[in-house]
């Protein structure tokens, strides 16, 4: 079963807005990772935050993690029609001998011109 | 970080024929990992696979429909055996040690 839960589902905004996305996991996690897919194409990695950070930032996306609430969110501000893709969360379970990526189940970003 | 090379990009096959998949990193890696999208979904971790042992089976992966080969610590195949409709999928090749480096996918249409 998926460790993940995202929402919302669906994100559809004008270009030039903020898009914020939003992931849930079960488990304590060494890290959670962002990815964007393009179009059913491979993944692209966005960010690493690791359980002892809170906030992180690359360019315009800002990830925050809260680890009591087990809870991440992925900002893209300024968003542009390139950045329409879909987007996944992945977290790396704290089991010890486990070192594997467990996806949520992604959100469709549309940026509309 | 690694770069994943993985093929076929895509294929279509005959049901009941398999296909076997391709990945190649250009580092060494400990731990290979295999995924499934299916269509509109998210992925979903098939097994891990590390050099010189049997690879790790997901729940509701087995190896006789998906045998995996690791011969060494650059190079991985996936085999999807006996294919029916149901496993048209991307599938996905990561590794390293947290993962975060995909191939680029091979898009798995079974007709």
């Known amino acids: 079963s998926q460790q993940g839960e995202e929402d919302p589902q669906a994100l559809s905004i004008q270009e030039g807005e903020n898009a914020t996305m939003n992931c849930s996991y079960k488990?304590?996690?060494?890290?959670l990772q962002w990815y964007r897919q393009n179009s059913g194409r491979g993944l692209v990695h966005l960010i690493l935050?690791?359980?002892?950070?809170r906030e992180k930032h690359s360019g315009r996306l800002r990830v925050t993690l809260d680890t009591s609430k087990k809870s991440s969110s992925l900002l893209i501000t300024a968003s542009r029609a390139a950045d329409t893709a879909s987007y996944f969360c992945?977290?790396?379970?704290?089991?010890?001998?486990?070192?594997?990526?467990?996806f949520g189940q992604g959100t469709r970003l549309t940026i509309n011109p | 970080s690694a770069v994943i090379s993985q093929k076929p990009s895509r294929d279509i096959c005959q049901r009941g024929t398999s296909l076997t998949i391709q990945c190649q990193v250009d580092?060494?890696?400990?731990?290979m990992f295999w995924y499934r999208q299916q269509p509109g979904q998210s992925l979903t971790l098939i097994a891990t696979?590390?050099?010189?042992?049997?690879?790790?089976?997901e729940s509701g992966f087995v190896i006789d429909k998906f045998p995996i080969s690791r011969p060494n610590l650059t190079f991985s195949t996936l085999t999807v055996s006996n294919m029916s409709p149901e496993d048209s999928s991307i599938y996905l090749c990561?590794?390293?040690?947290?993962?975060?480096?995909f191939g680029s996918g091979t898009r798995l249409t079974v007709v």
């Open positions: 488990t304590s996690i060494n890290n």
């Open positions: 992945a977290t790396d379970p704290e089991i010890q001998g486990a070192q594997k990526l467990v």
């Open positions: 580092s060494q890696v400990t731990m």
């Open positions: 935050i690791r359980s002892n950070e």
């Open positions: 990561t590794g390293g040690f947290y993962g975060y480096t």
């Open positions: 696979a590390n050099q010189g042992s049997e690879a790790t089976y």
